[in-house]
């Protein structure tokens, strides 16, 4: 090190003066600590979400609440496009839960069918069943008390206590109407 110093001292020292044949440096003791790193999340911080629904722990219901199988008619179909008897599928399917006589479990005030719409990779996702045409149906629905059937599903709860969800639809056409089926990868 201290040979390296004195090269370097005398490549800076111009021509004119002498440089000094024996330089000598004190080495430092102390050692090097980095800084130690301040570590920041870059999402911010969840903030709990107030529901407004009352807790019912006690309406479990297992057999009205299966999907029911809800079919469109030829004739309630004719002169539909594909995104059309999507809609009135998912409208029928929703419509079963937004009933009087379905339990609280998972009984719905109120929902909308925000948007559907064809998925161009569709057909090469790893989705089951295949139907005859296939949709994405992004849907709304009101829920009424926790817990329900509802809150297994992936989305967002608005501060309304609406849950903002979609799903993959695979719809089948036979002789006598239309019928649809979720699809999961």
């Given at each position: ?140 629905i009101k829920l009424i008390q926790i817990p329900n059937m509802w809150m297994s599903l992936a ?31």
């Amino acid at each position: 090190m201290v040979a390296l110093v004195v090269i370097i001292l005398a490549s800076c020292v111009p021509a004119t003066e002498v440089a000094p044949t024996k330089t000598i440096v004190p080495l430092s003791t102390s050692t090097f600590t980095p800084p130690t790193p301040t570590i920041e999340s870059l999402q911010p911080l969840a903030t709990p979400t107030d529901f407004q629904l009352p807790f019912n722990d006690k309406n479990v219901e297992s057999e009205y609440c299966q999907y029911p199988l809800v079919k469109l008619s030829v004739s309630d179909a004719q002169g539909l496009s594909d995104d059309e008897i999507a809609v009135k599928l998912m409208d029928l399917h929703l419509a079963y839960f937004n009933a009087p006589q379905a339990p609280d479990w998972c009984r719905i005030d109120g929902y909308k069918i925000d948007k559907i719409y064809y998925d161009e990779r569709a057909p090469y996702l790893p989705l089951e069943p295949k139907g005859d045409f296939m949709r994405v149906v992004q849907y709304s629905i009101k829920l009424i008390q926790i817990p329900n059937m509802w809150m297994s599903l992936a989305g967002e709860i608005d501060h309304q206590n609406w849950l903002h969800t979609g799903a993959n639809l695979a719809i089948f056409h036979s002789t006598d109407g239309y019928t649809m089926k979720f699809a999961y990868p």
